[in-house]
C-alpha cells in the first residue's frame, strides 16, 4: 500500500520555478510551464523550417507532413471563413500547431502537459475571441452588433433574446478553453490512475503481478486514445476558431 | 404538323412559347446542377472530417465533452456577469439571480446550437423562413 499512496494523479500538473524572477511584486518565473512551451515553440518552429528548407518538388516525408498540415489548416480556414478568411490563415495555424504539438508532447511520461492549465487554454481562446471582436468592430463598426439580434424575433422579446445571446457569445471563450483543458486533464489524470494500478497491484506479488496485466493493457489503449484526443481537441479548436472568425467577417450572413 | 405548332395561324406564337419553356427548364435545370456540384464539393469532406478514423464510443466521447462543456461555460459567464455585476452596482443578490438564469438559458441554447438543432449565431431569421 506504501506504493499506492505515492501515486498521486495531480502532482504531474504542479507548476515549479525552473528559474525565479520576480518584478514588482509580480512572481514572473521561468517554470516548467513556461519551459515547455519553449519547447513546443522551437520544436513546432524548426521542424517546419528544416522540413521545407528543402524546398523538394516531389517532397520527403517530412516536407510532406508540413505541407499536409498547411493544407489542412488552410481548407479547413477556406470551408469556414470563405477566402476572406484567409487571413488569419497564420494565426490559426500557429494557433492549431501550437496546441496540437503541446497536447502531443504532453504524453510523454514526466513531461509537463501546457494545455492541461485552464489559464493557458483561456488565454488562448480570449486571443481568438479578442480578435474576432476587434476585426468584427473594425471592419463593420456597429453593424457587428447586428450578430446578437436574430432576425424574425418580435420586438416584445428582442431585449431577452439579445442578452441570452450576449451571454452565450461570451461563453464561447470559456467553452473553448474549458473543453481543451478538461480533456487533457481527465486524460491525463485517468492514465496515471490507471497507471498507479499497474505499480500497486505489482508490489503485491505474484497474483498480483498477474493481475497487473489488465490496468497495464488499459494504460495502452489509453494512451493510444488519448493521442486520437491530443489531435481531435487541437483540431475542435482550431475548427471552432474558424467559425468565430467567420462570424467576425461576415456577422450577418 | 404545322398548326399544332402555331395555333393561332401566325405560327410564331408556338414554337416562342416553347422557347420560353425551354429556357427556363434550362435556367432551372443549370442551377439544380450548380447546386449538385456545390454539395457534393462540400460533402465529401464533411464526411472525412468527422471520420477521422474514430470509433463510436471516441466521437460520442468529444460530443459529450463539448456538449458539457457548452452548458457549463453559459452557466458560468452568468454567474461571473451577475457578480460583478452586484459587486459594482451593489443590487445584491438581484444581479446573481438574473444572469444565472440568463446563464441557464444561454447555456440550454448553446447545447442545441452543438448539437445542430437551432441556427448559428445571426442566421435565425433564414432558419426559421425554412421552417416555416
Wanted: hydrophobic content about 50%; some cysteine.
Amino acid at each position: 500500500m506504501a506504493a499506492a499512496d505515492k501515486v498521486d494523479p495531480i502532482h504531474q500538473f504542479h507548476i515549479n520555478p525552473i528559474v525565479p524572477i520576480h518584478v514588482g511584486g509580480y512572481d514572473l518565473s521561468f517554470t516548467n510551464s513556461s519551459l515547455f512551451m519553449v519547447v513546443v515553440v522551437v520544436l513546432t518552429g524548426g521542424f517546419l523550417y528544416f522540413s521545407t528548407a528543402g524546398r523538394a518538388l516531389v517532397p520527403s516525408r517530412l516536407q510532406s507532413i508540413s505541407e499536409m498540415s498547411y493544407e489542412f489548416v488552410a481548407s479547413m480556414l477556406r470551408d469556414a471563413a470563405g477566402t476572406h478568411g484567409m487571413k488569419f490563415f497564420p494565426f490559426v495555424f500557429s494557433l492549431f500547431m501550437f496546441v496540437m504539438v503541446a497536447n502531443l508532447i504532453g504524453l510523454f511520461p514526466y513531461f509537463f502537459t501546457v494545455t492541461s492549465h485552464i489559464i493557458v487554454t483561456f488565454a488562448l481562446a480570449m486571443l481568438v475571441i479578442g480578435t474576432v471582436v476587434i476585426y468584427g468592430f473594425a471592419k463593420h463598426g456597429f453593424g457587428f452588433l447586428k450578430l446578437f439580434v436574430p432576425s424574425g424575433v418580435p420586438v416584445a422579446l428582442l431585449p431577452l433574446v439579445v442578452a441570452i445571446e450576449v451571454v452565450s457569445f461570451l461563453s464561447r471563450p470559456v467553452s473553448l478553453s474549458i473543453r481543451l483543458f478538461a480533456n487533457m486533464l481527465a486524460g491525463h489524470i485517468t492514465l496515471k490512475v490507471f497507471a498507479g494500478f499497474v505499480v500497486s497491484l505489482g508490489a503485491m506479488g505474484a497474483v498480483g503481478m498477474a493481475g497487473a496485466v489488465l490496468p497495464l493493457a488499459m494504460v495502452v489503449m489509453l494512451t493510444a486514445l488519448e493521442l486520437l484526443v491530443a489531435a481531435l481537441q487541437a483540431y475542435v479548436f482550431a475548427v471552432l476558431t474558424c467559425m468565430y472568425l467567420a462570424d467576425a467577417l461576415h456577422p450577418s450572413h | 404538323m404545322a398548326d399544332e405548332k402555331g395555333p393561332g395561324g401566325t405560327g410564331k406564337t408556338g414554337p416562342g412559347n416553347e422557347d420560353v419553356a425551354n429556357l427556363r427548364d434550362d435556367d432551372l435545370e443549370r442551377r439544380r446542377r450548380e447546386l449538385g456540384a456545390k454539395l457534393a464539393t462540400r460533402r465529401p469532406d464533411r464526411l472525412e472530417g468527422e471520420d477521422k478514423g474514430q470509433t463510436r464510443s471516441v466521437s460520442g466521447y468529444a460530443q459529450a465533452f463539448k456538449l458539457s462543456s457548452e452548458f457549463i461555460a453559459a452557466i458560468a459567464v452568468g454567474i461571473g456577469i451577475g457578480w460583478v455585476l452586484d459587486r459594482w452596482a451593489g443590487t445584491s443578490p438581484w444581479g446573481l439571480i438574473v444572469f444565472l438564469l440568463l446563464g441557464f438559458c444561454a447555456g440550454i441554447l448553446n447545447v442545441l446550437r452543438a448539437a445542430g438543432l437551432v441556427a448559428e449565431f445571426g442566421r435565425g431569421g433564414k432558419r426559421s423562413d425554412e421552417q416555416d
